[in-house]
């Protein structure tokens, strides 16, 4: 969301209340899905990395490719 004020101001109040992040649906994406925002310091981080990820059309409940 342009200008980006509003939702920086609601993830400081989120962050103010001891939220560490919220789950919500994300508007773009067609169907059930969710998506989350981390709270913390901005810039990089070294994230966990799966060494052995799932293809997205093997996870139980994905939808069937076309």
Do not use: N
Not at 1 to 13: F, G, L, T
Not at 18 to 27: F, W
């Amino acid at each position: 969301m342009v200008p980006y004020a509003v939702p920086q101001a609601w993830a400081r109040a989120f962050a103010q209340a001891g939220c560490g992040g919220v789950k919500y649906g994300p508007r773009f994406t067609p169907g059930e899905s969710s998506a989350v925002a981390l709270f913390g310091q901005g810039g990089t981080s070294d994230w966990p990395v799966d060494a052995d990820p799932i293809p997205a059309h093997q996870v139980p409940g994905a939808p069937t490719p076309m």
